[in-house]
């Protein structure tokens, strides 16, 4: 953490707000990442499969009468 600040500090014009947005920034992002590889692969395969699953409710009326 100090070496990501030092090497930015070292940029001109760039003030603590940057510094602290980019900080942010980087530690929502190795959250959200931590947070995808940590699901389990079950839930993967569940949503992929969503789009092919039959519902009764995909049906229009009219395809329910003639069953």
């Given at each position: 953490m100090k070496l990501a600040i030092k090497y930015l500090s070292d940029?001109?014009?760039i003030?603590?707000?940057q510094s602290i947005s980019f900080v942010f920034f980087?530690?929502?992002f190795l959250a959200i990442t931590y947070?995808?590889?940590?699901m389990k692969n079950s839930y993967y395969t569940n949503?992929?499969?969503m789009?092919?699953?039959d519902d009764v409710d995909s049906y229009s009326d009219n395809?329910?009468?003639?069953e």
């Open positions: 940029i001109d014009g003030g603590i707000t980087f530690a929502i947070y995808v590889f940590k949503i992929s499969e789009p092919l699953e395809e329910m009468i003639k």
